[in-house]
């Protein structure tokens, strides 16, 4: 029997990184990734490790590719598949997830992805035998409760400011119940954002809702003969509130080496900032780096509900998804993430990491960019294809 780590979800941002540290480190990876319309499983993962070859002008072995989605049964793989994984997969690392915030029922999206799908990769490893999980979770499974959050609690009665916390919280709960795995790696990231080194990312949810606001801003408005652009909006907060941010390179590298050393298993690791970024040193960075001038901090009670300028109403309807987390957020324990990877600090998140940020984000089109060259990309495949039959 071989020794395969089996990962879902490697093309979604984390696993990208997950796939790239893993097999750096010379882990034997298999892969379940689904086909699209457009692109077969094979060629999403070759796209995934093509990249990574390129970036680090080395090449890279190529993981076992399982098609299958983890929204059906059995993680929709063929026979052989699964036989293939009872052979040759001791665990899993299941990485894939939805961030969808609301969903109209639990057959859909978020808790078709991240409470079914779940169910599903436990269900296909009592099947064939995997004792070993590694799962991602989310730091806010802790929901609404404020203080300190420590990494050996979890059930408190909490509620939810949303389904993605809710479902996540529950996938989390059906992973800690299984009986039949004999060790469970639990692992908390908090608000996951693009490499802290290069800004790279391939999702734009969360902070990136104010970066684009900012940047829109710049396109729909004119600058002033200093070449900046007013925006006339009173923040309903104080400027103190705190913003749990990680970078996803630091996320990646904290799982891989936990995943590395069995010492390591069987715990709970938030991996969390030690040092949260401030809402006013996040609206300094923006304002610096988009050139913009006008926003102040007015304090959550000093806002009426009525008589808001344009500014202030575009901007409160652009990021109302996010606002339940604009009040002060938990502070996170990190004692076992500390302790595992004393080595590996998370990166700070300061002015120059967030310009790398919005840097790649400008120049990313908002992940626009990156759709066509996928789409150039795929009629050339499709070009050479024909031209060899």
Known sequence: MS????LT???????????????LEGVSLAVVIRSRKEESAAERLEQVVSYWESELCRSLPRPICLEGDISVAGLGLSASDRSWA?????????????????????????????LTGSANVLDL?????????HYISTAYVCGMRTGLIREDEFERGQSFRNDYEHCKFEAEKLVRSSRFLDHVTVYR??????????????????LYAYLYFCWLLTQLQARDADGRVQADIRLNLTGDEYRNLVPVDWV???????????????????????????????????????????PVFVGPDALPDCGLNDHEKMFYEFVAQYQPYWKEEPRFDSANTRSAAPHLACPQIDPACLARLIDFAVRDQWGKRRKKRKRVANQNSELNASQIS
Do not use: K
């Open 3 to 6: 020794n395969h780590l089996l």
């Open 9 to 23: 979800g490697c093309t979604g941002l984390l696993g990208q990184y997950l796939l790239r540290d893993l097999l």
């Open 86 to 114: 009872g052979r040759n997969c001791s665990s899993v690392l299941h990485n894939a997830a939805s961030l969808a915030f609301v969903g109209s029922d639990r057959a859909r999206e978020p808790w078709l992805s991240n």
């Open 125 to 133: 490893c009592e099947a064939v035998g995997i004792g070993e999980m």
């Open 189 to 206: 990231p908090a608000i996951i954002i693009g490499d802290s080194n290069t800004g790279y990312t391939t999702t734009y949810h969360g």
């Open 252 to 294: 990646s590298a904290v799982t891989a080496h936990i995943y590395l050393h069995p010492e390591l298993h069987g715990r709970t690791y938030q991996l969390t900032p030690l040092q949260p970024v401030t809402a006013r040193e996040l609206c300094t960075a923006l304002t610096h780096s988009f050139n913009l001038y006008g």
